[in-house]
């Protein structure tokens, strides 16, 4: 039998083993099939991928000279770029594709707003009578049905009259479900039909495994239904980072996995196809959540993310930044001296800094992806700070105890923390005031992102890098104390949290389908129950004290 201090050492020792497995995952070349050719077939392209731009600004315009930049790059790699408006300087892409010998499948953009239509389709109508030989085909309006933005019967008629008045094809574009709705509405209306197909986003997410399987399945059904109209995927991809959905994960390596598989599949049977997209677009985060910044083939920067044919890494400098961090993290807990078993504190020591410092890298890496103004950046900032340092008032404690040193004191309540008892009025010490400011800070914003994570309709990433390290911690130092020093407010927040994890694991598993009962998935989201456990990890230190407390007092009482 293992004793206490040997399983807190087993514990510790699994995490920093941990720790070290994720960078070395991150940094390593993974082989993933080939393109056939370094030359694919169409990408959806949108100019707003640097810092401020967004289409939403109707005011704003992209300059000629940046587009001009964007596919020039885009031609090396691409046959014809897919646009979404023809305002905004998106005017110019048609004559500058025409230079560098591209097509382009011209988009319209419709929404809500009859009068910004109308210009709209002017603009659209002009560019296809001007750029006939370039133009491959107007896409008149974007998962408008699905937005609910027009009814059918509007945009029958504005696909007519774009229809009457050019030679070039003309169709409409949405997911392939309302395309499969509406066929009676528009098919007839229609060049061809232009069907999004997103594993990613589907009411039933499909993992990278079956992904590209998925989409020529769908394709083959739509194809099938849509009788008498040939059908093109105007979008299909998948995202380099974010949140994972079910068994979908978000990673470069399985970006560059599907876009390489579905081009080899599209051309052994000869689907047409646009991939999306050309560049990451950080202005999506704000109603998609961080994953939707992360569907570019390159990013927001310009940067090829991967190439088409070779193996691919996930992120190779964020491993060499975390193995010096852990250097450095390990080195500052060894700076302990511990009267006795030194070997075994500077082991301890390790352990947490190698486990500390991969998660406050992994942090760090997450704030760069997600952050996108300033009172993000002051939110997440702080908290990295709080992260820094709950290694060290955690670790150092830990270490000395599984070195055969003094038992670590429980965190004070939040009352103890006013002014007044900090006056020499507390009998906790400064240690034990600062671990449970820690822990009732930790405690609040888990508690607030799970509210986000159980009733908000956006998706949120789950911040499982900066939670283990204080859940983890706060877990082993409750069950080395064994008894209670929390308060009302940290009973409540931990109350919420335990509330939150149970059905967050259940929550994500969850299929949700139109005309459908709710389903269970088939596969298992890892980062949701990995979140789950971190929370029940941090309730738990609040808990199942309080919980031997109020059991000690009712036999005292029999």
Not at 66 to 88: K, M, S
Not at 351 to 366: E, H, K, S
Not at 482 to 506: H, N, P, R, Y
Request: proline share 5%; with cysteine; hydrophobic share 50%.
């Amino acid at each position: 039998m293992f004793s206490k201090r040997g399983l807190v050492a087993i514990v510790l020792t699994a995490c920093a083993v941990i720790s070290v497995l994720y960078w070395q995952s991150m940094s390593r070349p993974v082989t993933v099939a080939d393109a056939l050719t370094d030359h694919l077939s169409c990408v959806s392209y949108s100019p707003f991928h640097k810092a401020d731009q967004t289409p939403f600004n109707r005011a704003s315009a992209i300059s000629a000279a940046q587009i001009e930049v964007d596919l020039t790059e885009l031609a090396g790699r691409f046959d014809c770029v897919r646009t979404y408006t023809v305002t905004q300087g998106m005017e110019a892409v048609p004559g500058i594709a025409e230079k560098l010998g591209i097509k382009a499948l011209l988009g319209i953009w419709i929404g809500r707003e009859r009068d910004e239509n109308e210009k709209e389709l002017a603009a659209g109508i002009a560019l296809g009578q001007k750029y006939p030989a370039t133009i491959r085909a107007i896409v008149v309006g974007n998962e408008v049905l699905l937005r609910r933005e027009q009814p059918p019967a509007m945009m029958r008629d504005y696909i007519q009259r774009v229809k009457a008045a050019v030679s070039v094809p003309v169709t409409y574009a949405d997911v392939w479900e309302f395309w499969l709705r509406y066929r009676q509405d528009l098919l007839d209306s229609v060049s061809f039909a232009t069907v999004h197909i997103l594993p990613y986003w589907e009411d039933d997410p499909v993992g990278i495994e079956q992904a590209v399987e998925h989409v020529s399945h769908i394709y083959r059904q739509t194809s099938a239904e849509l009788t008498g109209k040939q059908v093109l995927i105007g979008e299909t991809g998948w995202p380099s980072y974010g949140r994972q959905r079910q068994e979908a994960e978000p990673t470069l390596v399985n970006q560059a996995r599907f876009i390489r598989e579905f081009a080899v599949r599209a051309t052994l049977e000869n689907i047409p196809y646009n991939v999306i997209e050309a560049f990451d677009q950080p202005w999506k985060r704000n109603s998609e959540g961080a994953v939707g910044g992360y569907w570019g083939i390159y990013s927001a920067d310009d940067v090829a993310k991967f190439p088409f044919k070779g193996p691919v890494a996930e992120a190779a400098a964020w491993s060499d930044a975390a193995y010096a961090t852990m250097a450095l993290f390990a080195a500052g807990l060894m700076l302990i001296r511990p009267r006795q078993r030194r070997v075994a504190a500077l082991a301890a020591s390790l352990a947490i800094g190698v486990a500390g410092g991969g998660a406050w890298i992994g942090y760090c890496r997450d704030l760069l992806m997600t952050n996108r103004s300033l009172l993000e950046w002051a939110f997440t900032g702080l908290y990295a700070g709080l992260l820094l340092v709950a290694v060290f008032a955690l670790g150092r404690p830990l270490a000395v105890w599984c070195a055969g040193g003094q038992r670590p004191q429980s965190p004070a309540p939040v009352a103890e923390l006013s002014p007044w008892r900090r006056n020499g009025h507390s009998r906790f010490t400064a240690a034990a005031r600062l671990l449970g400011a820690l822990r009732f800070l930790f405690l609040f914003s888990a508690a607030m992102i799970c509210l986000l994570l159980v009733f908000d309709v956006h998706p949120h990433d789950f911040p499982l890098a900066l939670f283990s390290v204080p859940a983890i911690g706060f877990a082993l130092l409750s069950w080395i104390t064994g008894d209670s020093q929390t308060g009302v407010e940290e009973k409540l927040l931990a109350g919420w949290l335990g509330f939150a994890g149970l059905w967050i694991a259940v929550s994500e598993h969850l299929i949700t389908v139109q005309d459908k009962p709710w389903q269970i998935a088939d596969g298992l989201n890892q980062h949701a129950l990995a979140w789950s456990f971190l929370c029940l990890l941090l309730a738990g230190s609040v808990l199942r004290p309080a919980g031997f407390d109020l059991r000690a007092g009712q036999r005292q009482n029999a």
